[in-house]
């Protein structure tokens, strides 16, 4: 027999042990639950089988989103999954970390994509040939940090065996183009569009009336609101632009930024094509403080109007080599000028 006075202290004891016995499975549980990954990398749910270590290396075209935080493959190899956590703001850019992952991503994809929107908390892409199949998305956590993902699936050659994985890549795809749910479109224009065209294949974001993008390494951002309209007429057609009319236009922009250096005056563009008939359009580029703008003026048919496009970027900073680095950015955006009304000349006119 137990003494009576010894009966609460080993019920206690039992009550500790018991305690500490299940105390660590459930410890046990709360960790894997925080190792686990995301549902949009979960190999094991999503592709009904279990995971295992990739033979291959890493595909190269990958390399530019940096180690991944897990890379899983499965279906005797032919079925690869990618995932990055918390993807780091690249080192001298303008643009946020889910644009720039997004650009890469669509890189590898070698598809089309729309440019990132600032409203958005996630996109997703799916596209394939018969020989290899990719769904890649970006999305955003619950912490505010950028998570991506990328699947690659090519299907097997017996008949049987790729109906099978078929039928598990639907669910692969059908949860990575969840993420584009909900996401808005950018409100259309023609200006929207030649932009679009000119810009494509570069890191880019829109935000709002404000298109930001990158070129040779510099920061680019185009303007369609805000900018203050011309008192004189300018011609539809090319045969009508005459130099006083240049020169009179070139004062009014002198007297409204009295600061400003021009490094273009208010000139006429010459079509992509030399000797194409196509409308008049303009352009004037100029330094005024710690930044470089160029605009563009867009006559319309039947006296429509003007569309107006500034393209800006910084200024480099006083020291070694600033003149000659404020020349190159000068001659690019006089260049990004003439792509975006080269792109309105092939689209609308």
Known sequence: MIPHRFLPHSLAALALLALAA????????????????PAL???DALAGSRPGACAAPIDPAYARMGPPALRQCAWSQRLEMLYWKNIPAPAGTCLPPAAIAWHRLMASVQAGAPPWNKDWTGQARVAGTNALQQAVAVWQAGDGSWSAVAWRWRPSEKADTRAWQAGHWSK??????????GNPAPRPSPLLEAWLAGSNGKPRILEGDTWRWVADQTCLVVR???????????????????????????????????AAEWLQPFTLLEPAVPGTRSGAKFYAVWREGAAIQGQLWIPLRDNGGIVRARIGTDAPPRGPHAEEIATQRAALVERELKTLAHAWEARHE
Do not use: C, W
């Open 224 to 258: 369609t609101a805000g900018i203050g309209q011309g008192q004189l007429h300018l011609p539809y057609s090319r045969d009508d632009a005459r130099l006083e009319q240049r020169t009179a236009m070139q004062v009014q922009l002198a007297r409204r930024f009295p």
């Open 22 to 37: 299940t105390a660590g499975p459930a410890a046990a549980r709360k960790d894997a639950r925080k190792d686990a990954p």
């Open 41 to 43: 990398a979960d190999v």
């Open 172 to 181: 692969v795809a059908g949860a990575v183009q969840a993420v584009n749910a």
